[in-house]
């Protein structure tokens, strides 16, 4: 399944490594090219992707994570359509 994840982080004093990580160890593959942006290949539903990550923010952040269909569009770099095409939806 494929995963859009998008996210807020408002605390800018705290160390939100272990969010990242827990984005990149819970995905099979994973993009990162938008700024608060992840698209990844995961094993996991977008309610079980999200709940994985809970632990690792703070009651003022936000996160949206939702599957992601082949009907999308934008402006990307090249390297980002050749990865999005190669994904199996």
């Not at 994570?65 to 095409?85: F, I, S, T």
Request: hydrophobic residues 50%.
């Amino acid at each position: 399944m494929v995963l859009i994840i998008n996210y807020t982080l408002r605390n800018k004093a705290k160390n939100y490594a272990p969010f990242f990580n827990a984005i990149k160890s819970n995905a099979v593959e994973w993009w990162h090219f938008l700024d608060s942006t992840f698209i990844v290949t995961a094993n996991k539903s977008a309610d079980e992707f999200a709940r994985a990550l809970f632990p690792f923010m703070e009651a003022a952040d936000s996160i949206f994570v939702c599957r992601l269909q082949k009907d999308y569009n934008g402006w990307l770099p090249e390297e980002a359509w050749v990865w999005l095409n190669s994904k199996y939806f």
